[in-house]
Protein backbone atom coordinates (compact mmCIF):
# COMPACT_ATOMS: atom_id res chain seq x y z
CA UNK A 1 0.00 0.00 0.00
CA UNK A 2 1.56 3.56 -0.59
CA UNK A 3 2.14 5.52 2.16
CA UNK A 4 -0.40 8.42 2.10
CA UNK A 5 1.66 10.97 3.77
CA UNK A 6 4.47 10.41 0.90
CA UNK A 7 1.78 10.64 -1.51
CA UNK A 8 0.22 13.70 -0.35
CA UNK A 9 3.34 15.74 0.37
CA UNK A 10 4.42 15.30 -3.20
CA UNK A 11 1.28 16.59 -4.89
CA UNK A 12 1.28 19.13 -2.17
CA UNK A 13 4.81 20.52 -2.85
CA UNK A 14 3.72 20.00 -7.18
CA UNK A 15 0.45 22.12 -6.63
CA UNK A 16 2.74 25.01 -4.73
CA UNK A 17 5.35 24.81 -7.18
CA UNK A 18 2.32 25.14 -10.17
CA UNK A 19 0.26 28.27 -8.15
CA UNK A 20 3.44 29.99 -7.33
CA UNK A 21 4.84 29.52 -11.22
CA UNK A 22 1.40 30.88 -12.12
CA UNK A 23 1.36 34.00 -9.74
CA UNK A 24 4.82 35.33 -11.68
CA UNK A 25 4.52 39.14 -13.25
CA UNK A 26 6.43 37.88 -16.05
CA UNK A 27 4.68 35.01 -17.15
CA UNK A 28 2.02 36.81 -19.22
CA UNK A 29 4.97 39.75 -21.11
CA UNK A 30 6.09 39.53 -23.83
CA UNK A 31 8.99 42.26 -24.24
CA UNK A 32 8.64 44.10 -27.51
CA UNK A 33 10.95 45.07 -30.34
CA UNK A 34 10.70 49.16 -28.66
CA UNK A 35 11.85 47.44 -24.96
CA UNK A 36 15.39 48.59 -23.97
CA UNK A 37 17.03 45.37 -23.42
CA UNK A 38 18.45 44.47 -20.07
CA UNK A 39 21.68 45.63 -19.13
CA UNK A 40 24.47 43.25 -18.59
CA UNK A 41 26.61 42.45 -15.84
CA UNK A 42 30.12 43.20 -16.18
CA UNK A 43 32.48 40.40 -16.02
CA UNK A 44 33.94 39.22 -12.35
CA UNK A 45 37.91 40.17 -12.74
CA UNK A 46 39.59 37.01 -11.79
CA UNK A 47 42.39 37.72 -9.17
CA UNK A 48 45.72 38.01 -10.55
CA UNK A 49 49.03 35.99 -9.18
CA UNK A 50 51.65 37.74 -8.49
CA UNK A 51 54.75 35.62 -9.25
Not at 6 to 11: E, V, W
Request: aromatic letters at 2%; a positive charge.
Amino acid sequence: MIDNLALGLSHGLMMLAAFLLLKRPDLDREPSPHDAPEKKRAPIEKPRRDA
